[in-house]
């Protein structure tokens, strides 16, 4: 594997986690370090880190904390 690619995984601890638990990434690595923006796509599919789960995330938490506020304001 190259050495670029190599410093891009240790440097993210949630992506070196992620190819542990799917060593398919390796091969895919391996083979062509283009792949890395697929694998960087898959793992923030996979763990919920894309720009639209952190919306969903923020959406509930206001939602709950809204909840509350009506809860305890009655």
Do not use: C, G
Not at 28 to 46: C, G, I, R, S, T
């Amino acid at each position: 594997m190259h050495e670029d690619i190599l410093e891009k995984l240790y440097a993210n601890d949630q992506y070196l986690e992620y190819l542990r638990r799917h060593p398919k990434w390796y091969y895919y690595l391996d083979e062509d370090p283009k792949n890395y923006k697929l694998f960087e796509q898959a793992v923030k599919k996979d763990l919920k880190l894309t720009s639209f789960d952190k919306l969903e995330r923020f959406k509930k938490q206001v939602n709950f904390a809204s909840a509350l506020v009506k809860y305890f304001s009655k």
